[in-house]
């Protein structure tokens, strides 16, 4: 059983930066660096859609929306997945999910955190 647990979210001005963080544990560090690591988000009224993902080689894949102003990034020792968010839009509200796709296509989802841009 993998636990994903989000945390970095928060209230933040239009323009600004926040970085968001995914610590997994439950799973060996070998396995977690061949995972497919995702940061998706849900908007109020809006589908869950793909922000980021990063697989475990370092390719990544960006929703066109926020390429550009986010980078996902990974640190295998620590089984932990970053989402640096940069000149931030009030179109970026939403709940922040992270989540995790195991070689054997088994997914693993966070609890979410909430990202809140003001004008």
């Known amino acids: 059983q993998v636990q994903l647990v989000e945390s970095g979210g928060g209230l933040v001005q239009a323009g600004g930066s926040l970085r968001l963080s995914c610590a997994a544990s439950?799973?060996?560090?070998?396995?977690?660096?061949?995972?497919?690591m995702g940061w998706y988000r849900q908007a109020p009224g809006k589908q869950r859609e793909l922000v980021a993902a990063?697989?475990?080689?370092?390719?990544?894949t960006y929703a066109d929306s926020v390429k550009g102003r986010f980078t996902i990034s990974r640190d295998n020792t620590k089984t932990t997945v970053y989402l640096q968010m940069n000149s931030l839009k009030l179109e970026d509200t939403a709940v922040y999910y992270c989540?995790?796709?195991?070689?054997?296509?088994?997914?693993?989802w966070g609890q979410g955190t909430q990202v809140t841009v003001s004008s």
């Open positions: 990063i697989a475990g080689g370092g390719t990544t």
């Open positions: 439950g799973a060996s560090g070998s396995i977690f660096s061949i995972s497919i």
């Open positions: 989540r995790s796709t195991q070689v054997s296509r088994r997914d693993y």
